[in-house]
């Protein structure tokens, strides 16, 4: 065997040796860290990631971490969910996005934010997020919502004076959201009473409060101590014979009277895109933020039955879910 022959010959195993290894190498898995206030994962999102070829366990790993309804958790399961180096943050709720925000300024977040993400700090603007942080928002931002929630609630229960609004004051929002709700309340004729929650365990003696002022309507914002408390808020209101209104379907399949609000299964498909795209390449400051577009009415006549409300049948035609 000539010089040249042999030479040749070593660079093709070489080569060869170097291709294997190559193919050898384990392909890395990406970690989708997920942090919620509630103990489940939404399927929805699940079933996004699926569309696009990701399935948890195989080709992806979902790293979960729940508060449990205590918000105050958050900053540390943020940091542990920072410490395991996950490729994507996915949040829901805006303490928890705030808590991902100040845990890290490199990771992606794709945040569901309840209030204004720019009035939060959560993003330079909706057109360019800037940092690190994109994702949705379930606030249509200039109270359209809430107009349109409070006359849905004014039509079923047509003889309604007075409301209460329950929410947190400690929110930064608190002080702009309760301001429009008073506006819209005094159009329609109503007047308004403040019933201020900073925690769940405020919930009885509001409610107790409401019914010593006649109060006939709770109009619940999206604050951390109601969502913990939605079952509890729906219990209280049958108890008092209260209507009470709130944005997602989850109060009225809890046993609340209505709500009316964004599709939130609909936003956890899309999260499960922004996911896909970071994965992709795409950086978050340029990935602007998504307000929603498709919202739902859902009534619940049971409970309706159960505080001797009798909702009018052109209401009850408006409804995307009646629950019987």
Same mark, same amino acid.
């Given at each position: &065997?000539?010089? +040249?022959?042999l030479?040749?010959?070593?660079?093709?195993v070489?080569?060869?040796t170097?291709?294997?290894?190559?193919?050898?190498?384990?392909t890395?898995?990406?970690?989708?860290?997920?942090?919620?206030?509630?103990?489940?994962?939404?399927?929805?999102?699940?079933?996004g990631?699926?569309?696009?070829?990701? @399935?948890?366990?195989?080709?992806?790993?979902?790293?979960?971490?729940?508060?449990?309804? /205590?918000?105050?958790?958050?900053?540390?399961l943020?940091?542990?969910?920072? +410490?395991?180096?996950?490729?994507?943050?996915?949040?829901?709720?805006? *303490?928890? $996005?705030?808590?991902?925000?100040?845990?890290?300024?490199?990771?992606?977040?794709v &945040?569901? %934010?309840?209030?204004?993400?720019?009035?939060?700090?959560?993003? %330079?603007?909706?057109?360019? *997020?800037?940092?690190?942080?994109?994702?949705?928002?379930?606030?249509?931002?200039?109270?359209?919502?809430?107009?349109?929630?409070?006359?849905l609630? /004014?039509?079923?229960?047509?003889?309604?004076?007075?409301?209460?609004?329950?929410?947190?004051?400690?929110?930064?929002?608190?002080?702009?959201?309760?301001?429009?709700? /008073?506006?819209?309340?005094?159009?329609?004729?109503?007047t308004?009473?403040?019933?201020?929650?900073?925690?769940s365990?405020?919930l009885?003696? %509001?409610?107790?409060?409401?019914?010593?002022?006649?109060?006939?309507?709770?109009?619940?914002?999206?604050?951390a101590p109601?969502?913990?408390?939605?079952?509890?808020? $729906?219990t209280?209101? @049958?108890?008092?014979?209260?209507?009470? &209104?709130?944005?997602?379907?989850?109060?009225?399949?809890?046993g609340?009277?209505?709500?009316?609000?964004?599709?939130?299964?609909?936003?956890? +498909?899309?999260?499960?895109?922004?996911?896909?795209?970071?994965?992709?390449?795409?950086?978050?400051?340029d990935?602007?933020?998504?307000?929603p577009?498709?919202?739902?009415?859902?009534?619940n006549?049971?409970?309706?039955?159960?505080?001797?409300?009798? @909702?009018?049948?052109n209401v009850?035609?408006?409804?995307?879910?009646? @629950?019987k």
């Amino acid at each position: &065997m000539n010089a +040249r022959l042999l030479f040749w010959l070593l660079v093709t195993v070489c080569l060869s040796t170097a291709s294997i290894a190559e193919a050898q190498q384990p392909t890395k898995v990406p970690r989708i860290g997920y942090l919620a206030p509630r103990s489940a994962v939404p399927e929805e999102f699940v079933q996004g990631l699926r569309d696009f070829g990701y @399935i948890d366990g195989q080709n992806i790993v979902i790293e979960p971490r729940f508060a449990h309804g /205590k918000f105050d958790r958050f900053p540390h399961l943020a940091a542990e969910l920072v +410490r395991l180096n996950v490729d994507v943050l996915v949040t829901l709720s805006t *303490p928890a $996005a705030q808590a991902g925000k100040k845990a890290t300024s490199t990771i992606p977040i794709v &945040m569901l %934010a309840g209030g204004h993400p720019v009035d939060e700090g959560l993003v %330079a603007s909706l057109a360019r *997020p800037g940092g690190n942080v994109t994702g949705l928002t379930a606030s249509t931002g200039e109270g359209e919502l809430e107009g349109k929630r409070l006359e849905l609630f /004014k039509d079923t229960i047509p003889k309604l004076l007075r409301l209460a609004t329950l929410g947190d004051p400690q929110r930064n929002d608190f002080p702009s959201v309760q301001k429009r709700t /008073k506006h819209t309340a005094g159009l329609l004729g109503l007047t308004v009473q403040s019933l201020e929650v900073r925690s769940s365990d405020d919930l009885p003696n %509001a409610f107790q409060l409401a019914a010593e002022k006649g109060v006939q309507g709770i109009y619940a914002f999206r604050h951390a101590p109601v969502l913990t408390g939605l079952k509890q808020i $729906a219990t209280l209101a @049958i108890k008092h014979r209260i209507a009470a &209104m709130f944005s997602d379907r989850q109060f009225v399949e809890l046993g609340g009277l209505v709500s009316y609000g964004t599709s939130f299964g609909y936003l956890y +498909r899309r999260q499960a895109t922004y996911v896909d795209r970071i994965l992709k390449g795409a950086k978050p400051a340029d990935l602007p933020v998504e307000q929603p577009t498709k919202f739902e009415f859902v009534i619940n006549l049971k409970t309706a039955k159960q505080i001797g409300l009798i @909702i009018p049948p052109n209401v009850l035609a408006r409804a995307d879910r009646v @629950i019987k």
